[in-house]
């Protein structure tokens, strides 16, 4: 099975354009796995012969079981909350466990890859998660359907860094809502900002605009006005980048990346028309009011 490009985030919340994890990468990584477990389940087998072989059989049944349940669920669950996605087989062989939006993997994620594998890889010898693997595109077992993920290979080479943020967005970037923008629209946004270099300028302002004008309804507050779309779509990707680093290292600062902006021309298109900041507007002086005219009073001549 060739190995497939992806653009998704790692586990370091990194965008990056990786490469999906080859079946027999994964199978090899599994095998790492499976011996580590089996040794740990041997380890555990002769302590429990040792301490409960005097007791009731049903009680020494019921641990066995506890036992082996917990063993065999809580082996993944621990690596991977741990370690960010990966266990000691997925170390071994570059690979690592992403949610399909392209961030880290969450507990509830690894609780139903953990359940799922009892079943199809232990129960069932691996075999539907063979067959799954090879029939899905991104080369998901059954437990990554459920669970929303996607193995990755870290061994790839990095192609694109995250955009920095435009200074003048820095501010509006923060207070963004971005629940309502999809994984597709994201990686839209970022896979223009790579490839803007290399477009003709009409193409590139027109692709710009109309990618901006579908992601700016997604999100909240609207942009400032005047917002060149090609600055929004960076603003928009730095900032998501830089909340997930944020959450994955909170001590971690984003780091700057070079980002090509194109000049900007007469009639280059805008998001939405006027300028970035508000024009300077003097204070206005309140209006002199003419005296009111009294009996015998001096009125000026109009």
């Avoid at 580590?36 to 007791?55: C, N």
């Avoid at 437990?143 to 080479?157: H, K, L, M, W």
Wanted: charged content about 15%; proline content about 15%; hydrophobic content about 45%.
């Amino acid at each position: 099975m060739a190995m497939q490009p992806e653009t998704v985030v790692t586990g370091d919340a990194v965008v990056l354009d990786v490469q999906i994890a080859q079946l027999p990468v994964r199978a090899v990584s599994a095998l790492i796995d499976a011996a580590a477990i089996f040794t740990l389940y041997v380890l555990g087998l002769m302590l429990w012969a040792v301490a409960l072989a005097s007791f009731d059989d049903a009680l020494s049944a019921a641990v066995l079981i506890v036992f082996t349940v917990l063993t065999l669920v809580g082996y993944p669950l621990v690596f991977e909350m741990a370690t960010r996605g990966r266990t000691p087989g997925k170390m071994a062989m570059g690979l690592r466990v992403v949610s399909d939006d392209g961030g880290p993997e969450r507990f509830r994620q690894a609780l139903f890859r953990a359940l799922s594998s009892v079943i199809e890889i232990w129960m069932f010898m691996g075999g539907p998660a063979v067959l799954c693997s090879l029939i899905s595109p991104r080369g998901k077992r059954i437990g990554d359907y459920f669970a929303g993920t996607v193995v990755i290979s870290e061994r790839a080479p990095r192609q694109t860094p995250p955009p920095p943020m435009p200074p003048q967005l820095a501010g509006w970037a923060a207070t963004l809502e971005l629940s309502g923008l999809s994984a597709d629209q994201f990686n839209l946004a970022r896979q223009y900002l790579s490839r803007a270099p290399q477009l003709e300028p009409a193409v590139r302002d027109e692709m710009a605009y109309r990618i901006a004008a579908d992601l700016a309804p997604r999100i909240s507050p609207p942009p400032p006005p005047g917002t060149p779309p090609h600055h929004l779509l960076a603003a928009v990707v730095a900032e998501r980048h830089r909340r997930e680093l944020a959450r994955l290292r909170p001590q971690a600062a984003v780091p700057a990346a070079p980002v090509w902006y194109p000049p900007q021309q007469p009639g280059h298109p805008v998001y939405p028309a006027p300028p970035y900041q508000p024009q300077y507007q003097p204070p206005q002086q309140p209006a002199q009011q003419p005296p009111d005219p009294s009996p015998g009073g001096f009125v000026p001549p109009s």
